[in-house]
Each structure stands twice: as structure tokens, then as C-alpha cells.
């Protein structure tokens, strides 16, 4: 009867419609309007079907049949589109974990979005090494993205454990190129998490190439607890980034004293440091109290004016990219102080 499919959710009067079991031997009522309602796929199928009853003139019920699965997957499937997406329901909840594969191909084969969705769901949070191959497999038939996404990550994860399985030296030996494929993904994604490590590398850098010149612009316009301006003494308060300014610090006083700057390693971080102020800076020339400011401002005009060679090209192309790049990081910074709530008041 009705009820026994799914309890007759949404429907009235009595059911015009017989579903099929591949087995031939089952047969579950069902009403064509809930049926209809659930699947596009089933909508054509039934007003093709109940056309043909009616041109008949016999009566009866149309009859659906649902091909590939056992027959209690095919009554679970009838009551699920009964209950529709609701969740709750123990009984229903524990069919989808116990037929999950089989609903995911029909989900897909009838055009039920939630139902495809919760069976992702369900074949996902039970995912092992052991059954990673075959729900792969199921997730590329089916168009299941997030079943599929969910396996790349644990083969990603767990690969050499499912290398050593039985579903993955099957796939090895019988279709080649379904295991090419899946190395090519990982591979794909190995390459693209690389990627992602090494830009948050290189942002890291310019973040810290940023707070360093505004560390550096404190010192020489404010000072700090051991340098400061030229005709000025130091404060006597350590500043709220001390832990940095300290650091930048004691590079400046070994700048200042060291007698072989041309080869000292210390001393060459400060000339870049110095030389990239230069390049950020915009106070106007002979105003800024930043150490040689005004001498490497001159220097790159001088090189901008004169035709170098490729090679000084390259180097100052480089150059450039990374003056750019901190510049970036030093205008989103100084914009996320402003809308900051601290900063609004």
C-alpha cells in the first residue's frame, strides 16, 4: 500500500501508480503526485505512462519501474521521496546509511538533489583506506563533487595505506588509466598546495619588509630605546613592537661602527633595508631623517636615467616586483588600521 512506501506524505486518494522492483516480484503503491513533485526524471516518465492509461480507457495504474538495485533499496528510495529532505526521522536516517551507495546512483539517475547529497554525506563520513578506490569511482559515475572532493583528500592523506589495499591493486592491474588519472589529481594537487605554501612564504616576507620600514621610520623620526634621530636622545619607554625595534636597532649601531661594510653579511641586510625605504619613501628630498634617504633616491634616478645593460634589467625588474609587492602589503596594512574598530574612535 501507500502508507508502507512512505507513509502518503503530501499525498490524497488512492495511489495510480505501481513501482516495479527489478526483481519483478514487488510492487509498492505510490501516488504519481509525490513522485512527481520529488523527480523531474520520474515527472516525464509518469505523464507519458498515465497518458497511455487513460487513452486506454482500461483503467489501472501506471507502472514505473526502478532497474539495478535490490528491491529493498527501490522501497527505501519510494519512501524517501515520500519523506522528502526532513531529517530526523531514525528509520529514514538509517536507511540512507545502510543503502547509500545505491541511493547516490539513483539520487543521480532521477535528479534528486538533496537525496544525492545526503548520500555524499553519509558514503563520505565512513570513508577508509580500504574503500577510498571504489567511492572514488562511484563519486566520478555519479557527478558527486563532494563525495569526490572528500576522497582526493584522503588519498592525498593516506595514500601509501591504500596503495597496499586490495581496491587499489585491482584498479593498478585492470585500468591503467583510471590509476594514471588518480596520480595525476594528486599530483595536481601536491603542486597546488606547494604553490600555496610558497606564496604564503613570500606574503610573510613582504608583511615583514612592511612593519620593517615602519619600524624603521619610528626609529629615525621618534627613536627608540637606543637610537634615535640625529640630535636627539633615545626614549627611555620601549615601544609596543620592542621586540622588532630592538632587532632593527642593534643592526643600525653595527651599521654605523662596522669598517667593512662592502663584505659584512649584517651590513648589506641594512643597505637593502635602507635602499628600499628610499624606494617607499615620499617625503619630499633633504626632509626625511632616514639614513642615506636622500642618496639613494638620487642613485636610482641616475639609473633610470642612463641605459643599463639586460642583465641590470633583470636585476632591477626583480627589484621593482618586490618594491611593489611591499608597497601593496604597506597600503592594505595602514587601511586595515583605519577600519579597524580600535582606530574609529
Keep these: 500500500p501507500a502508507r508502507a512506501a512512505g507513509g502518503g506524505g503530501g499525498a490524497s486518494g488512492p495511489a495510480d501508480v505501481d513501482v516495479v522492483t527489478s526483481s519483478g516480484r514487488r510492487k509498492i503503491a505510490a501516488h504519481s503526485s509525490v513522485l512527481a513533485s520529488a523527480s523531474p526524471v520520474l515527472e516525464t516518465i509518469l505523464e507519458r505512462r498515465l ?181 636627539q636622545a633615545p626614549a627611555k619607554s620601549p615601544c609596543p613592537a620592542y621586540a622588532t625595534c630592538r632587532g632593527l636597532q642593534l643592526l643600525i649601531r653595527h651599521f654605523s661602527r662596522c669598517k667593512s661594510r662592502a663584505t659584512c653579511p649584517r651590513c648589506q641586510r641594512m643597505w637593502q633595508l635602507l635602499r628600499l625605504h628610499a624606494a617607499l619613501c615620499r617625503v619630499p628630498d633633504g626632509h626625511c631623517n632616514t639614513p642615506l634617504c636622500t642618496q639613494f633616491k638620487l642613485k636610482e634616478q641616475q639609473k633610470e636615467a642612463m641605459s643599463a645593460s639586460v642583465a641590470a634589467k633583470a636585476g632591477d625588474g626583480r627589484w621593482g616586483l618586490l618594491v611593489k609587492k611591499v608597497k601593496a602589503v604597506s597600503v592594505m596594512s595602514s587601511l586595515g588600521k583605519r577600519s579597524s574598530p580600535s582606530q574609529c574612535c
Excluded at 100 to 129: D, F, M, N
Design 51 to 231: 497518458q497511455r492509461v487513460r487513452e486506454s480507457g482500461k483503467g489501472g495504474r501506471a507502472v514505473v519501474r526502478i532497474r539495478g538495485v535490490t528491491d529493498d533499496v527501490a522501497a527505501a528510495f519510494v519512501r524517501l521521496l515520500y519523506a522528502g529532505s526532513r531529517r530526523g526521522d531514525g528509520e529514514v536516517e538509517e536507511e540512507v546509511e545502510r543503502y547509500a551507495e545505491q541511493l547516490l546512483v539513483l539520487a543521480h539517475a532521477y535528479r534528486v538533489p538533496w537525496l544525492k547529497r545526503w548520500c555524499q554525506e553519509a558514503i563520505g563520513s565512513r570513508l577508509t583506506p580500504g574503500t577510498v578506490v571504489d567511492a572514488l569511482q562511484l563519486a566520478d559515475l555519479c557527478d558527486a563533487p563532494q563525495l569526490h572532493l572528500r576522497c582526493m583528500r584522503l588519498l592525498a592523506k593516506e595514500f601509501r595505506a591504500v596503495e597496499r589495499t586490495e581496491a587499489w591493486r585491482f584498479l593498478r592491474d585492470n585500468d591503467p588509466w583510471q590509476e594514471l588519472d588518480v596520480l595525476r589529481r594528486l599530483h595536481d594537487a601536491d603542486m597546488r598546495r606547494r604553490k600555496w605554501r610558497r606564496k604564503r612564504a613570500e606574503q610573510k616576507v613582504y608583511v615583514e619588509l612592511s612593519d620593517a620600514m615602519d619600524i624603521l621610520r619610528h626609529i629615525c623620526t621618534e627613536g627608540c630605546t637606543e637610537v634615535g634621530p640625529v640630535g
